[in-house]
């Protein structure tokens, strides 16, 4: 460890409670400040003012003109409660985020291989989509199954809504609330927050990863798709444990979240067949082709990282 970084990790000698308490104050912001504020700059953009407020948060999707409202809701609740909330709380623990999630050079081959990286990653997780979204509950517990798949139902019909795009702008629109704010301000929180201070606080690394990882799945609150959202978040944990870098993670993230928003478009303009809700998954053979080329990529980028630590350190002793 250089100089820059001792001077960093003195300025917080109490991570576990940092991590924790970070972690609570940016849910308290995503779920009650953040939709207060963005519920406030949506206003100006309803017709019928207060009663048309209250109808888009009974049903967002009853009406076509309450989609601008409703992305800058969802928009403005993820830029407060996860980015700069966070932010400003880890500013006033002196944590210096600026230079303790962003600590090097950024790599553009680093870059390009996560990227490919996280679409492979979609057809090997595309089983255990399949295999949650089907799990079926013993008679006990139907009535628990029933909650859940209506709400499911639910949080389905508002993304249809959402990735319905009536233009190339509202497309640009919708890509910046779905994939770039939540990108930036989850791992921000995730794996920046949750899982860096649980770590640094003497937790083992790889039980801080999948501590967050189940944290990041549960707080989606969707159980039939909690697997395949907890590997993926594991996935992005495991990237920034290797690279010590959120921007890897926060651009896994994206590409994820913006190759299904694009595919839709582009289904919808007429470019691509794909289809969000119709797709089946991928047959054995092609599931476990991405599995092979996923953990090739895995091995690849670990040795990259691993390279560049040693790299720096060798260059901080000089």
Do not use: C
């Not at 104050?25 to 207060?36: E, S, V």
Request: aromatic share 14%; no cysteine.
């Amino acid at each position: 460890m250089n100089n820059t970084d001792s001077e960093l990790n003195a300025g917080d000698n109490q991570p576990l409670q940092t991590g924790i308490l970070g972690f609570i104050i940016a849910m308290f912001g995503f779920i009650f400040l953040g939709p207060l504020i963005g519920s406030v700059a949506a206003f100006p953009f309803l017709e019928n003012g207060l009663a048309d407020l209250m109808e888009l948060s009974a049903d967002p999707t009853s009406r076509p003109e309450f989609k601008l409202p409703l992305y800058i809701m969802q928009g403005i609740t993820t830029l407060t409660g996860l980015i700069v909330i966070p932010w400003l709380f880890l500013v006033i623990r002196k944590d210096h985020p600026s230079h303790s999630l962003f600590p090097r050079k950024p790599h553009l081959i680093a870059y390009l291989m996560t990227a490919v990286l996280v679409v492979t990653f979609m057809g090997f997780n595309a089983f255990f989509i399949d295999w949650n979204a089907n799990i079926e509950f013993p008679e006990a517990f139907k009535a628990f199954e029933e909650w859940a798949r209506q709400y499911e139902d639910t949080l389905a019909r508002a993304t249809e809504f959402l990735t319905t795009f009536d233009s190339t702008g509202q497309f640009i629109l919708g890509l910046l609330v779905i994939a770039v704010l939540p990108a930036i301000g989850e791992e921000i929180v995730f794996r920046g927050i949750l899982q860096r201070k649980l770590a640094d606080a003497g937790l083992n690394p790889h039980l801080a990863i999948w501590i967050a990882a189940i944290l990041f799945s549960a707080i989606h609150f969707q159980f039939f798709g909690f697997v395949p959202r907890m590997l993926l978040g594991a996935l992005f944990g495991y990237l920034y444990y290797w690279s010590d870098d959120i921007r890897i993670p926060m651009i896994a993230h994206f590409v994820n979240n913006g190759f299904l928003v694009t595919a839709v478009y582009m289904n919808q303009i007429g470019v691509s067949e794909y289809d969000l809700e119709g797709d089946e998954a991928p047959s054995l053979v092609a599931a476990i082709i991405f599995t092979i080329i996923t953990a090739i990529l895995l091995m690849l980028l670990y040795r990259h990282f691993k390279s560049q630590r040693l790299y720096e350190s060798v260059e901080g002793g000089i």
